[in-house]
């Protein structure tokens, strides 16, 4: 942990502290290791468990923020079916305005005009692009982009832009989604330092 934690400092700065990082768990992938996520991979644990780059983690992250504040939030949509996203999902909802998903994605939502449901987007995010595989799907068939958390074992396929990260995790998501919204209002001129950034990770869940 010591070895991590000097390592980070002598990068590029991170959008938090290290040990934020570290503690919510945003590293920690899975036994199951794609082609493709093998480029963030830092490490393989004795156990098996691959670790991901925590600055690669961070850069895309600062990446992703950028992106999403190119667009209104009415044009972009964040699906997440996982349940450990809920919380984190309907907070990044009223702190940016972004509309989100907590839940199951209804089928055709994007695709079909005659549906009650149906919305609109130039944007679209996903938290696991195997469990949201319908949302994003459907963002491949009206050609919007596609941003994407992807833990070690997923797939790249379709997806415009990778942000490795643990997935699966309340902590992690929480934690993702806090710095995200806090990055992404800084893009937008919303607020202009940290300090402006009124909330705090555990509102987003990712603290117990």
């Known amino acids: 942990m010591v ?13 938090v ?12 992938g899975t036994k199951f290791r794609t082609k493709y996520m093998s480029q963030f991979i830092y490490k393989v644990r004795p156990d098996g ?10 850069d895309r992250i600062a990446l992703a923020a950028k992106f999403l504040a190119k667009y209104n939030p009415e044009d972009t949509l ?17 702190v940016t305005g972004v509309r989100c998903i907590a839940g199951r994605y209804p089928p055709g939502m994007l695709t079909n005009p005659i549906l009650e449901i149906f919305a609109e987007a130039k944007l679209l995010v996903v938290v696991d692009p195997w469990l949201d595989k319908n949302a994003l799907n459907d963002a491949v068939k009206i050609g919007i982009p596609v941003v994407a958390i992807c833990d070690t074992n997923n797939e ?11 997935n ?11 710095v995200l919204a806090k990055e992404y209002l800084k893009n937008k001129g919303i607020i202009k330092t940290d300090e402006e950034f009124k909330y705090k990770e555990e509102d987003f869940g990712g603290e117990d």
Not at 3 to 15: D, I, P, Q, S, T
């Open 17 to 28: 502290d290290v040990n934020q990082y570290l503690k919510a768990g945003v590293h920690i």
């Open 78 to 94: 964040i699906v997440g079916r996982r349940e450990n996203s809920w919380d984190a999902l309907n907070m990044f909802a009223k």
């Open 156 to 166: 790249s396929n379709l997806i415009d832009l990778v942000v490795p990260c643990n």
């Open 168 to 178: 699966k995790g309340k902590k992690s998501l929480g934690l993702f989604f806090y």
């Open 49 to 58: 468990l691959a670790v991901l780059n925590l600055q690669k983690i961070n």
């Open 3 to 15: 070895f991590l934690v000097n390592y980070f400092m002598a990068e590029e700065k991170l959008l």
